[in-house]
C-alpha cells in the first residue's frame, strides 16, 4: 500500500497522504475558516463528515466555498 494517493481536487490532480480525509484536504488548502460543501464522487459529504470521510486513490472532489459581494 503507498503512503501517498492521487486525488482530483476542483479538476486538478493533487496528492495526499494515504488516510487523508476531507476536513485534512479543507485544512491543506487553507479553506478551514471558511464555509466550505464538500463532493466525493458526486455525493455530497455533510459537514459533520468531513472529520471521518477518508480519500481514496483516484476519488474525485469538488469543494465550493461561499463568496460574499455586492
Known amino acids: ?4 494517493i492521487s486525488v482530483t481536487v476542483n479538476g486538478e490532480e493533487r496528492s495526499l497522504p ?3 480525509t476531507v476536513a485534512d ?6 479553506l478551514s475558516k471558511a464555509a466550505c460543501a464538500a463532493e466525493v464522487n458526486k455525493a455530497l ?5 468531513h472529520g ?3 480519500l481514496s486513490e483516484n ?4 469543494l465550493v466555498t ?5
Open 1 to 4: 500500500m503507498s503512503d501517498v
Open 18 to 20: 494515504a488516510g487523508a
Open 25 to 30: 484536504l479543507i485544512r491543506e488548502l487553507g
Open 45 to 49: 459529504v455533510p459537514r459533520k463528515e
Open 52 to 54: 471521518s470521510r477518508k
Open 59 to 62: 476519488d474525485s472532489v469538488e
Open 66 to 70: 461561499l463568496v460574499g459581494g455586492g
